[in-house]
């Protein structure tokens, strides 16, 4: 050891791939890295992986439907351990991700449900998300509430939406329609 560490030596990592068969890698896909949305999302991925001696294999894939299809080939054929895909609100299509159905890996979709037996989904609960936004302006007195929706397209917002509402119905706060503005499609 104290002759690998005067040396330099450091572990050829894809030599101790064929030998473990495990190459201590995982796929880190964000859909738009400017999105302001995936920067904490990303910070934790990495203080998780770091200490479990785990390396992301990033790709950011810029909103693009084909560098997604692409990127995704790629890194399955890095033989990497699992696969994380932060997905924003412009991944409306997904049975783009079918692919993944057929991965033999763990796959983890983050921000975006969806309905295969092996990918696991972590989600937003928009509904309580309203709710929770609604009951804590009321909480200081708050009765006179002005609301932007998200755009119409996007199928959070119906849902954020419907919790600020069950939170009016069940305090009887009235929800004034000239205070509630939609933000346009993008």
Known sequence: RDVALKLGY????????????????????VFDIADPFCTPIIGGVQSVLYPASYLPLFIDVQNNYPRFEKSLEMLL??????????ANWVLMDVNLLADLV??????????????????????VDNEAGGFAAVQCLYAKGHRQIAFIRGPTGLSDSAIRWQGIQQFARTHSLEIDPDLVVDLPET
């Open 10 to 29: 450091h572990p050829n990592i894809y030599a101790r791939f064929l030998r473990t068969n495990r190459s201590r890698t995982i796929g880190l896909m």
């Open 77 to 86: 054929g890095s033989r990497m351990e699992g696969l994380l895909v932060i």
């Open 102 to 123: 057929n991965i033999r890996m763990p796959v983890v979709m983050i921000a975006r449900g969806v309905e295969m037996g092996s990918v696991s989904c972590i989600k």
